[in-house]
Antibody, heavy 118, light 108 residues
Framework: QVQLVESGGGVVQPGRSLRLSCAASGFTFGLYAMHWVRQAPGKGLEWVAVISYDENNEYYADSVKGRFTISRDNSRNTLYLQMNSLRAEDTAVYYC???????????WGQGTLVTVSS | EIVMTQSPATLSVSPGERATLSCRASQSVSSNVAWYQQKPGQAPRLLIYGASTRATGIPARFSGSGSGTEFTLTISSLQSEDFTVYYCQQYNNWPPLTFGGGTKVEIK
């Protein structure tokens, strides 16, 4: 079955960087667009970024554009999110999610918590 | 950016009764709406896509309807495991992909 496992979260100071990973299994990773979605503590869901199946296209939420970079390694079945210049408002659980035939999210990882605090 | 507005924020319903959750888009999104269920401490789960198509393994008591700007998620007979939070999401005009603020279904 589809499995997505995020890692790399933790506590980081404002202005620093962090890289999240998402290991995929149970499906042909290289055929699917992949997304990052985040959820601040006690809040709703916020889409962060998407990368196409072939890495040719990336799109970002305005709130992270220029600071975050999504990437993937189809040979390793792994999705990444490089987060630079982190701010307190980036504190959230970060989920990786598989894109459906259209950009809905048909499978989700369990999430990894990123806390930005001095 | 398309704003998705869910109402009510909290819905109180008795077990076995019907729950009707609403989602309104700030402009037409055709039928490009998905619904998700999120239980405490868990990732969201896809329930509905294309406004009315149930995802794999979703019970028939969950149904979606609507098009344009008005959408509804109906749970026909609430089971104990259904009392949680639900989100709508549009994928018609993006980026960005946008979610509603959520509706919490609680036991009356």
């Amino acid at each position: 079955q589809v499995q997505l496992v995020e890692s790399g979260g933790g506590v980081v100071q404002p202005g620093r960087s962090l890289r999240l990973s998402c290991a995929a299994s149970g499906f042909t990773f290289g055929l699917y667009a992949m997304h990052w979605v985040r959820q601040a503590p006690g809040k709703g869901l916020e889409w962060v970024a998407v990368i196409s199946y072939d890495e040719n296209n990336e799109y970002y939420a305005d709130s992270v554009k220029g600071r975050f970079t999504i990437s993937r390694d189809n040979s390793r079945n792994t999705l990444y999110l490089q987060m630079n210049s982190l701010r307190a408002e980036d504190t959230a659980v970060y989920y990786c999610a598989r894109g459906g035939d259209y950009p809905w999210f048909d499978s989700w990882g369990q999430g990894t918590l990123v806390t930005v605090s001095s | 950016e398309i704003v998705m507005t869910q109402s009510p924020a909290t819905l109180s319903v008795s077990p076995g009764e019907r729950a009707t959750l609403s989602c309104r888009a700030s402009q037409s999104v055709s039928s490009n709406v998905a619904w998700y269920q999120q239980k405490p401490g868990q990732a969201p789960r896809l329930l509905i896509y294309g406004a009315s198509t149930r995802a794999t393994g979703i019970p028939a008591r969950f149904s979606g309807s609507g098009s344009g700007t008005e959408f509804t998620l109906t749970i026909s007979s609430l089971q104990s495991e259904d009392f949680t939070v639900y989100y709508c999401q549009q994928y018609n005009n993006w980026p960005p992909l946008t979610f509603g603020g959520g509706t919490k279904v609680e036991i009356k």
